[in-house]
T-cell receptor, first 115, second 114 residues
Framework: ETGVTQTPRHLVMGMTNKKSLKCEQHLGHNAMYWYKQSAKKPLELMFVYNFKEQTENNSVPSRFSPECPNSSHLFLHLHTLQPEDSALYLC??????????????FGPGTRLTVL | AQKVTQAQTEISVVEKEDVTLDCVYETRDTTYYLFWYKQPPSGELVFLIRRNSFDEQNEISGRYSWNFQKSTSSFNFTITASQVVDSAVYFCALSEARDDKIIFGKGTRLHILP
């Protein structure tokens, strides 16, 4: 596998379910990101991890819980979501200390639908 | 505060025409970075260019060119001799050197008609 991969590509869940999104990067990068893209809002940065440490939490509700066990893997744990959380969730990675100042490589995204 | 404005929500042009996508940004920092990304129908964002605030030289890459003007806080993107494969949503983005935030514009959906 090359680049940034995300699983699953599509997910449908109920409001009481617990699920996790997985992201893996094969680029040797140090920083990883979660973004939310919905029809009503522009691309929103949710979390930034730099060398496994969370450096940015962009006022994301606690029903979204990120986990970064190492520089290559990033998870987004979901619980008690709302229908308005339905969106495309994109993962990205980049190189270097200045995380968001470097070009980011994006995964294909997970299309999430909350019923 | 950071802000990126892409005033053009949707543009349609006929193939082989030139098209310019506008991007206007706001920042209080003197050191910042500007980006353009392309999102084809497949959904995956593709990096196109990064420009730092100290480099105002225009850049050309094949049919793509970028015009960075600090005086007007703009970083416009031009596609010359457009092709159907250029159809996508294009995002302009800004990050400031001092923190780990990146702000994207709302995107411009570009339709290239055959």
């Amino acid at each position: 596998e090359t680049g940034v991969t995300q699983t699953p590509r599509h997910l449908v869940m109920g409001m009481t379910n617990k699920k996790s999104l997985k992201c893996e990067q094969h680029l040797g990068h140090n920083a990883m990101y979660w973004y939310k893209q919905s029809a009503k809002k522009p691309l929103e940065l949710m979390f930034v991890y730099n060398f496994k440490e969370q450096t940015e939490n962009n006022s994301v509700p606690s029903r979204f819980s990120p986990e970064c066990p190492n520089s290559s893997h990033l998870f987004l744990h979901l619980h008690t979501l709302q229908p308005e959380d339905s969106a495309l969730y994109l993962c990205a990675s980049s190189q270097g200390w200045e995380a968001t100042n470097n070009e980011q490589f994006f995964g294909p995204g997970t299309r999430l639908t909350v019923l | 505060a950071q802000k990126v404005t892409q005033a053009q929500t949707e543009i349609s042009v006929v193939e082989k025409e030139d098209v310019t996508l506008d991007c206007v940004y706001e920042t209080r920092d003197t050191t910042y970075y500007l980006f353009w990304y392309k999102q084809p129908p497949s959904g995956e964002l593709v990096f196109l260019i990064r420009r730092n605030s100290f480099d105002e030289q225009n850049e050309i890459s094949g049919r793509y060119s970028w015009n960075f003007q600090k005086s007007t806080s703009s970083f416009n993107f031009t596609i010359t001799a457009s092709q159907v494969v250029d159809s996508a949503v294009y995002f302009c983005a800004l990050s400031e050197a001092r923190d780990d935030k990146i702000i994207f514009g709302k995107g411009t959906r570009l339709h290239i008609l055959p």
